[in-house]
């Protein structure tokens, strides 16, 4: 008999179990592991989360973008008022054609077109790309709540950007106005008809020239006004009827001969008289940015003439359109009467606060 022990069946079963399980044929492995979904982006801080309807006209594939990168978009301030301008910029990424021919739509929560603005070349960033900007005007009409600004370009949307219009309230006045003005602005007359004309023509040009990137100067010393942007009025004619308006800008209450200086660095586009404005003067400060000087006494403004802020245009009146001596001081943007207490608040072209607010999306 061998000295030699028997190994238990069981113990031998015990050691080699798990190879056999581990080589095993056909054996299925587990599936696997699904990657977490990932979070939609969170929306931007401060600005409502809403849905925006297309727009059937413009909709479409936008033009190419680069592999890296990508452009970057602003819209300052974020929450204008109604009345105010908003700055629109974009960097020039795009190799599509017609990357030269965007504007900036306001459109409403609705989709409805409410304002527009074409783009202009002024500067470069970091990275040496075109930065262009547009200025488009809040209308004072325009109610408190979200809109948004689309970056379009013919048959091409690029981008939305959503901001959100603050709530303002507006002065109401009745004025009464004597024979004279209820005739200028009641009868119907050929020349002004011309002259109405011809003022829309020059106030939705966009050109191309920067006189000025800075802020504004208010155009007289005086401070008393008798009027305020946007206040909504009610005309009543010597007949009995009324008719209704909104001032399109402010009104200095000052005397008759003070001084008009150009509020910012600027080409006279026209200098003249007119029938409903009386004796006007009206400069371009940059890409469809003008401000207007109505009722003066006299003009000493040239048409043509490039002036710097501080010149002195002409002197103030009561000629046209007025119930007494007083300076109509006035500032549109691509064609829309924008507040021009906004201009003298901030620069619309700072050109450091523009490329450090651009936002990829």
């Known amino acids: 008999m061998s000295g030699k022990r028997p190994v238990k069946a069981g113990l031998f ?15 299925e492995k587990s599936a696997p592991k699904q990657p977490s979904p990932v979070a939609p982006a969170e929306p931007v801080p401060g600005l409502p989360s809403i849905h925006f309807p ?11 973008r680069p592999l890296q990168g990508g452009p970057g978009f602003a819209a300052i301030p974020a929450s204008p008022r109604a009345g105010e301008p908003v700055t629109v910029a974009y960097t020039d990424d795009f190799s599509g054609p017609g990357s030269r021919e965007f504007q900036a739509v306001l459109l409403d929560s609705q989709g409805k077109r409410i304002a527009k603005a074409l783009f202009f070349s002024f500067a470069k960033d970091a990275e040496g790309r075109d930065v262009l900007a547009a200025i488009l005007g ?6 408190a709540g979200p ?29 009464a106005l004597d024979e004279e003005n209820t005739a200028i602005r009641t009868q119907i007359d050929p020349q002004k008809t011309r002259e109405a004309e011809q003022l829309w023509a ?13 802020p504004f100067i208010p155009p007289v010393a005086s401070t008393r006004r008798t009027s305020f942007f946007g206040d909504r009025r009610i005309y009543q004619y010597v007949s009995g009827s009324s008719d209704t308006s909104i001032h399109a800008g402010v009104d200095y209450g ?16 026209l200098a003249r008289p007119r029938i409903v404005t009386g004796n006007s003067v009206i400069l371009e400060h940059l890409p469809g940015v003008y401000s207007l000087y109505y009722h003066l006494d006299t003009i000493e403004a040239q048409e043509g003439a490039i ?16 119930t007494g001596p007083h300076l109509h001081w006035e500032i549109r943007t691509a064609g829309e009467n924008t507040d021009p207490d906004a201009f003298i608040s901030r620069a619309v072209l700072d050109k450091d606060e523009i490329l450090s607010k651009l936002i990829r999306y």
């Open 13 to 27: 079963l015990f050691l080699i179990l798990p190879f056999l399980v581990w080589a095993e044929p056909g054996r």
């Open 54 to 64: 297309a727009d059937p006209v413009q909709v479409s594939v936008p033009p190419l």
């Open 138 to 143: 809040i209308p004072s009409t325009a109610g």
């Open 147 to 175: 809109f948004f600004i689309r970056v379009e370009a013919p048959g091409r949307t690029i981008q939305d950007i959503p901001i959100l219009v603050e709530k303002r309230d507006f002065i109401s006045e009745t004025i």
């Open 202 to 214: 020059i106030l939705n040009h966009t050109g191309a020239d920067i006189f000025t990137s800075g």
């Open 254 to 269: 000052v005397p008759k001969g003070t001084e008009v200086w150009a509020c910012a660095p600027g080409r006279v586009v």
């Open 307 to 322: 002036v710097s802020a501080g010149t002195l245009l002409g002197l103030s009146g009561s000629t046209g359109l007025a």
